[in-house]
């Protein structure tokens, strides 16, 4: 048994097996949690991302979504620069037996934004729409946020509709 983490480092190639230089997402397993820090921690360079809404900075927002099947509904975040701010989109993970998942669907574009005025800064200056949990209920998907880094937020999302859009955008690394 692993614990296993997402993470989202600026430059990846701060682990010595990396090249990559551009930020991106890395999932990572240890034995235990302080073992996250060690070079004896299995990484992996999970998603390099190719769109420039996610230039900036890219990685995980919320804990995972069963969707049952060994699939998982992974919502993620992007930057492109501090006037668009930050905005999410999602991915589905597929399990594989005694590894890491795969993404097998990604949305390439920002499916949520900053829209209404309150998800706009007044204090820090950076647009920011950022995911912290979700909630599955029946078809509803219930979303906790943080906006504009000054409040937090709810919405909801037609998980059904979600899924159905996001299944016709399979991924090619």
Not at 69 to 84: A, I, M, T, V
Not at 120 to 132: D, L, S, Y
Request: proline content about 6%; charged content about 25%; aromatic content about 16%.
């Amino acid at each position: 048994l692993q614990y296993v983490m997402i993470h989202r480092p600026v430059t990846p190639n701060k682990y010595e097996q990396f090249d990559e230089t551009k930020p991106s997402i890395v999932i990572s397993s240890a034995p235990d949690f302080y073992s996250f820090a060690s070079n004896a921690t299995r990484r992996e360079l999970f998603y390099t991302p190719s769109q420039k809404w996610q230039g900036n900075r890219v990685g995980a927002s919320t804990p995972l979504v069963d969707m049952g099947g060994g699939e998982w509904l992974l919502c993620f975040h992007g930057k492109e620069n501090d006037e668009f701010g930050y905005a999410q989109s999602f991915m589905i993970l597929r399990e594989k037996e005694n590894d890491f998942p795969e993404i097998t669907h990604l949305y390439p574009n920002r499916w949520i934004v900053n829209e209404a005025d309150f998800e706009r800064p007044a204090k820090f200056g950076i647009p920011c729409v950022f995911f912290t949990g979700l909630i599955k209920q029946d078809n509803t998907l219930l979303v906790s946020y943080g906006a504009a880094d000054e409040f937090a937020a709810t919405m909801t999302l037609d998980y059904d509709k979600l899924v159905s859009v996001l299944r016709k955008y399979p991924y090619n690394k």
